[in-house]
């Protein structure tokens, strides 16, 4: 359940007509009060010898309890209060005593007998609208300051007394939401988001990887966003807004948003703090200003390769750092999760856009991210946007899945970090990201783990039955369950292929089995796949699956393998452990 106070008014007739009214889409059905400060006020809806100026001059005339200097310019309070999608229709009584006690815990009405005048109306299942005027009875004015908040408080009391769906409560971080004229807009126009969703999204792709306001606001214009800056007398840049250029006001101008009301961290100083790299920043794992300069990205793979490697190393700071170098990388966490939606093969788009657009709420909390740890992750964003698209087969493919699959648990690292935290809106959206994530790696997964499959089912028996040992030796609890799994023969092949090139796979397994809880993995021998492949450098596809390569040897040429890092270097934090 979720009450929504609505901008101050100064015309209580005016919001009336609208309450009454049939609404933008003839969308309001049977309007009629449910309750109101004294439960006698006369119904405009019910009754046909009431009309909305009777309602009108009840609920205004405290106002003559002042003098023409005294009245609030803004004396309309408004709040609407809605029940979540599947919850059981309420009755007109129900509503009615929610009214009371919302009005109630924001400070409108609070029962002393001289609080302001009010009335709620319904005029669809699922909301009501409560109209209030900002004087009380005696005169003065009502103490409503937090109004919203205190609102939001005894909805969560309500929503466990009634049985309703239990909305995670909120810190103040969010992104506005879009309002009901903007949804009906975007309905009207035919478009899958409000105006301000949709540049909210564009916004946070171009800011992904971003090193400077000039590349910033080339990404906004390549996107085909209006720009509008603002410029001091002095010259220095102070702000922006942007505008889709279709999206236009009824005079035909285009309608702006400034960045920081798109979301609290997309406003101009705030995307500064991510291009500014304090000295104190520096740390000991490597992930500070201190970190060496490693070659230039050469293509998808490569690139993905990269951020897979910056991810892992977010994992651990996440879950052995402080507070302020884990909110760093969560919030630097939705770059990357940005820069693969604006990078990836069509048929992971999706789900990736949907994981990107759910994970932008876990991004944000009040604990202040430490700027400077979170640089190997926003460098792999860029690297993801300057590498250009992924093809969705071969090399890149695969990539690709070794990343979301990496993208998983950081996600779930962050949900599970703003768990402990009580950050009940971030958790919940870094798990909902998680869930697009499994989709996006099951669509990505598929082709490069059927290939490595194929390989494992042609390895010898006595070669399967070694790697077979191994996985009872090093998994003793987890083995069988491992074999049962379709993505053992790729395990299989995996392993073969560690010792072929050379590597201790026992040490490998080890080290990919106590790096994060596998039980909770809904394919442990996918997970172990992707560890084993990036750890020991091995192509996460190799061109000719049949065949196997010698040992010793790395593909020459490849831009999966060209110039990677090697183990134990900055680039492969799980050797640092």
């Known amino acids: 359940m979720i009450p929504r106070i609505h901008q101050q008014g100064s015309n209580t007739l005016g919001l009336l007509h609208y309450l009454y009214g049939k609404g933008t889409h003839e969308e309001h059905i049977d ?15 019910r009754d046909p010898a009431v009309t909305k100026k009777d309602l009108q001059h009840l609920l205004d005339q405290p106002l003559s309890l002042l003098g023409a200097d005294q009245r609030p310019d803004k004396h309309v309070w408004h709040c609407s209060v809605r029940a979540a999608p599947g919850d059981p229709i309420l009755s007109d009584e129900q509503w009615g005593d929610i009214a ?47 109004s919203g908040r205190r609102a939001q408080a005894e909805c969560r009391l309500i929503e466990k ?34 105006a301000r969703e949709e540049l909210r999204e564009t916004v946070r792709r171009a800011v ?38 279709d999206d236009r006001n009824g005079e035909k101008e285009p309608v702006f948003y400034a960045g920081s009301t798109l ?13 500014t790299l304090p000295a104190e920043a520096a740390s000991a794992d490597g992930s500070g200003p201190e970190q060496p300069v490693l070659p230039d990205v050469t293509g998808p793979a490569f690139a993905r390769r990269r951020a897979t490697a910056a991810t892992w190393q977010a994992l651990l700071a996440i879950d052995h750092g402080d507070d302020g170098a884990a909110a760093a990388q969560i919030a ?162 995996t392993l073969d292929d560690a010792r072929r090139a050379g590597h201790d796979p026992a040490a490998l397994l080890t080290e990919a089995a106590r790096r994060r809880e596998l039980d909770t993995a809904t394919s442990i021998s996918d997970v172990l796949v992707w560890r084993l492949r990036r750890s020991a450098h091995l192509p996460a596809l190799p061109e000719r699956p049949h065949d196997t390569p010698a040992r ?7 831009s999966a393998s060209r110039a990677l890092p090697t183990q134990g270097s900055v680039s492969d934090p799980s050797r640092r452990r």
């Not at 109630?104 to 909301?127: E, K, L, T, Y």
């Not at 090193?211 to 996107?223: I, N």
């Not at 085909?224 to 840049?237: E, F, H, M, N, Q």
């Open 31 to 45: 309007p009629h009060l449910v309750a109101s400060f004294d439960d006698m006020a006369p119904d405009p809806g």
């Open 161 to 194: 007394e009634l049985g309703l769906h239990q909305v995670a409560p909120g810190d103040g971080t969010a992104a506005k939401r879009a309002t009901s004229a903007e949804r009906y807009k975007a309905e009207r126009e035919g478009r899958q988001r409000p």
């Open 552 to 558: 010793g040897s790395r593909r020459r040429g490849s």
């Open 332 to 493: 630097a966490a939705g770059e990357i999760l940005d820069a693969l939606a604006k990078t990836s093969a069509a048929h992971t788009l999706t789900e990736l856009r949907e994981a990107a657009f759910m994970f932008e709420r876990a991004s944000r909390s009040h604990v202040r991210a430490v700027r400077g740890h979170d640089r190997a992750l926003r460098q792999a964003a860029r690297d993801l946007v300057h590498s250009g698209p992924a093809l969705g087969r071969s090399e890149d493919g695969a990539t690709t899945a070794m990343l979301i699959d990496m993208a998983f648990f950081l996600a779930m690292a962050a949900a599970n970090w703003h768990a402990k935290k009580h950050h009940s809106q971030q958790a919940a959206a870094a798990r909902q990201a998680a869930e697009h994530l499994r989709a996006a790696y099951q669509a990505a997964a598929g082709e490069p783990m059927a290939a490595l499959g194929q390989r494992g089912r042609r390895l010898a028996p006595r070669v399967r039955q070694r790697q077979a040992d191994l996985l009872h030796q090093v998994l003793p609890e987890l083995a069988e369950r491992v074999q049962a799994e379709p993505g053992w023969p790729a395990l299989a092949a």
């Open 208 to 245: 992904a990887g971003a090193t400077s306001e000039e590349e910033f606001f080339d990404r906004l214009a390549a996107a085909g966003l209006l720009i509008r800056k603002r410029v001091a007398p002095s010259g220095d840049l102070l702000g922006y807004k942007v505008a889709l250029p």
């Open 263 to 275: 979301a609290p961290d997309l406003s101009l100083p705030r995307i500064r703090e991510r291009w």
């Open 100 to 146: 009371r006690r919302v009005v109630a815990a924001s400070g409108i009405d609070p029962g002393d007998g001289a609080g302001c005048r009010w009335a709620a109306v319904r005029h669809a299942d699922d909301h009501i609208h409560i109209i209030a005027t900002l004087v009380r009875e005696d005169g003065r004015r009502p103490n409503h300051h937090r």
